[in-house]
């Protein structure tokens, strides 16, 4: 695996891949890599010649009171896991590499209303920051595909909104949520988790289980299930975020006509966000 820092000497590796008639696919990531993100990798490098990952962690996504600063970097571990996982190239960039007229004056790309829903709510400017550093990745890049894992519904939703919108040449594949065996998502961020809250966390995914299953068995009362949720969650530790039944083609709240349903759910344990999500049709 070469490793490159500069979108020139990447370019030019890339020019020499599609010279040779590779197809290229994109994982974008910001590193402090887990099994989730080694799946994608895996998913990646089925699906075409040249794998390339990027490790960035992104500034513009991150509010002013967020973990930026203290978000967990590891690029020599994370070198290790992508070359063993298949990954050919790996772009690492400097800040001043991506936004090199600063973060105040970049050009961004926004896409309306999915991205003011939710964690756009709770983190305002979060999904504009996302959006345009994937567009600037794909352009950059310029991948036949791009795998994102389902953990982060939303986003997925987003950038496939993008992708359409902006007409970007890019198939994006999505890779199903990889849990711990206790039934917690993985995430970065679940570094930050105490060992009792480790404990805990896996209510997140129980909780939207059970009123999954209150669903299926007839239930429509949306927003009193939302309030029982929330509540079982604060019961074991967890503030509240969003607790959220919606309609999976845009995401607004179901109503009782609607069958194809996405639970999304985002909610704090100890210093950690943590966001999980259920698909299911009724």
Known sequence: MQTFDTITRLRDEL??????????????????????????????????????????????????????????????????????????????????????????????????????????ETRPGHFSGVTTVVCKLFNIVQPDIAVFGEKDYQQLRIIRKMVSDLCIATDIISVPVVRADSGLALSSRNGYLSSQELEQAPALQRVISTTAAALRQGRRDFSQLEHEATLQLEAVGFRRDYFRIVRRSDLAPATDQDSTLVILAAAWMGPARLIDNLELEL
Not at 30 to 41: A, K, Q, S
Not at 90 to 115: C, H, K, M, N, W
């Open 15 to 120: 020019r020499a891949c599609r010279h040779s008639g590779n197809t290229i696919a994109l994982v974008p990531t910001m590193g402090n890599l887990h099994d989730g993100h080694i799946r994608l990798i895996e998913t990646a490098a089925a699906a075409a010649d040249t794998v390339v990952a990027s490790i960035f962690v992104n500034p513009l996504q991150f509010g002013r009171n967020e973990d930026l600063s203290s978000y967990p970097r590891t690029l020599i571990e994370d070198q290790h896991k992508l070359q063993q996982a298949g990954c050919n190239l790996l772009f690492a960039p400097t800040e001043a590499e991506i936004y090199p007229r600063g973060r105040d004056s970049q050009t961004r790309v926004e896409v309306p209303v999915l991205s003011d829903l939710y964690c756009g």
